[in-house]
């Protein structure tokens, strides 16, 4: 008799708790029913009229917020194909810092139309060659809607117009005040070519108190903490950045030290006051003012730098060291010791200056023709609002780096997408074979975000569709027209 050799089953290779899924109904349509929980949960935070939602991260930390970035980073994802949609748009927010949202909702509406092509009975292959199709034509479409382009270089207004819609759809209200702080700062920082345009260049300090029309910008940068010492301020300086600390030095073991008598006590105790009394003399002879040093600052040297009329600004983030040193124009040093000329850095004021409750420490340049960094300085009567001006700003920032890439604008709000339907869906029409269906059903799923616009604004389906073909028709009549008022605009 033969003996009998078990099959082996693949489960058994996974651990307990895993599920091996195969087929269209098992594995295909759930993970698009994954990624369509995913796409209708951020849905409605879309736009000005968007909901916030209310998460709790798993630090316990509570958000309330409507920004589909937040979202997406503090909930925890578990499913393979939704991790997918998060991982697109974390692509999304890396390369423009905006629109997340909309590839959420794209995504999730394409995979709800492919689910009825594959209950009706189409291959997955031919869903992918359809949707390629469609995508190419709507590609070669979009070039040819372009509303309005932002001159090259830049101007004041010219950006301010062009970042009005993109704030208002964060901060609606506020945009008029916040479109012209962004580009006011955008244009001190921007470099020779705008091409090189770097959205670090602009910074953001939160000051509790007062109300937005207080805020301005600093060319150069505000630091939230005051300098240590008596001196405060300072005109046309010269600057030292330490990366060490200003302090004795100390080595990393302990040791051993005989002494035989008092002598030779305070001997030792005036030799380390000595030696470093002549180091901060040596960096005071080099006509430094001012030092920024990235760790702590001892008594005995914070003593000899006051005796001295140097400024002291401890840094504790590199981060920070790296800003200020190019606000400074200086080189950072390892070592304590008496910059050279082309290590020294400059700036035109320090001071330190009260902000509502809060000391602040100013470095600006005011005599430098391009400033390396910017400061917007928001004011705010709460933390929360705070911090959704920010990310407004955030988002105004990114649409510059944008704009000074490729200028060219098409109609916001929706038109541009039903646009792109109409064309994408008579260029299907044409097409023989099953993958017209795939086309012409990625056609359909663009109209998702004039459909997605009208449902948080609390419209009928019939009302937003009208409304959207009437805005579209105002676009056409004003394209390239740029008007005393602002109209919805977005980036190609």
């Not at 002549?278 to 040297?301: H, P, R």
């Not at 997408?417 to 064309?423: F, P, S, V």
């Amino acid at each position: 008799m033969a003996s009998r050799v078990p099959k082996s089953n693949s489960i058994q290779l996974f651990k307990d708790g895993y599920k091996v899924s195969s087929g269209i109904d098992e594995a295909v349509l759930r993970n698009i029913e994954a990624v369509s929980k995913l796409s209708d949960a951020v849905r409605t935070s879309c736009d000005p009229n968007g909901r916030n939602k209310l998460i709790i991260n798993h630090l316990s930390k509570l958000f309330v917020t409507s920004d589909a970035a937040t979202i997406l980073r503090e909930i925890e994802v578990v499913h393979p194909a939704a991790k997918l949609l998060v991982m697109a748009s974390q692509a999304q927010e890396s390369e423009m810092g905006d629109s997340t949202n909309l590839v959420l909702i794209l995504a999730g509406e394409l995979l709800k139309k492919a689910e009825h092509l594959l209950i009706m009975g189409l291959h997955p292959s031919e869903i992918i060659q359809g949707y390629g199709l469609a995508s190419v034509k709507a590609l070669a479409e979009l070039e040819n809607l372009t509303a309005h382009t932002v001159p090259s270089p830049p101007t004041l207004e010219s950006l301010t117009v062009a970042l009005k819609p993109a704030i208002a759809s964060k901060q609606y209200g506020t945009e008029d005040i916040l479109s012209s702080l962004v580009a006011e700062a955008a244009l001190i920082v921007m470099a020779p070519n705008p091409a090189n345009f770097n959205v670090d260049n602009v910074r953001v300090v939160k000051i509790l108190g007062g109300n937005l029309s207080s805020s301005w910008v600093v060319r150069g940068m505000v630091f939230d903490r005051e300098t240590e010492g008596i001196v405060k301020n300072l005109e046309k300086a010269k600057v030292a950045v330490f990366t060490c600390g200003i302090d004795i030095a100390q080595t990393e073991t302990k040791g051993t030290m005989l002494l035989k008598n008092a002598d030779q006590l305070l001997n030792f105790s005036t030799g380390e006051e000595k030696h470093m009394e002549n180091i901060l003399k040596e960096i005071a002879d080099s006509s430094v003012k001012m030092i920024i040093a990235g760790a702590g600052v001892g008594e005995l040297a914070l003593h000899y730098l006051d005796r001295l009329n140097i400024v002291v600004l401890k840094v504790l983030s590199k981060f920070d060291l790296r800003r200020l040193r190019r606000v400074a124009g200086a080189t950072p040093l390892a070592r304590l010791g008496a910059p050279t000329a082309e290590e020294a850095g400059f700036v035109d004021v320090m001071e330190t200056t009260e902000i509502g409750s809060d000391r602040v420490t100013v470095l600006r340049q005011e005599e430098a023709e391009t400033t390396k960094t910017a400061t917007i300085v928001l004011r705010g009567a709460t933390i929360n609002l705070l911090d959704h001006l920010k990310k407004a700003v955030d988002d105004g920032v990114n649409v510059i780096k944008a704009l000074v890439k490729d200028g060219r604008m098409v109609p916001g709000t929706g038109p541009t997408e039903l646009k792109l339907a109409r064309r994408v869906e008579t260029y299907g029409s044409g097409l023989r074979g099953l993958n017209q269906h795939a086309v012409r059903r990625y056609a359909t799923a663009l109209e998702v975000v004039v459909n997605t616009l009208g449902e948080n604004a609390g419209l009928e389906t019939k009302a937003r569709l009208s409304a959207v073909s009437m805005l579209d028709t105002l676009m056409a009549e004003i394209r390239g027209v740029l008007t005393s008022k602002y109209v919805p605009f977005c980036f190609l």
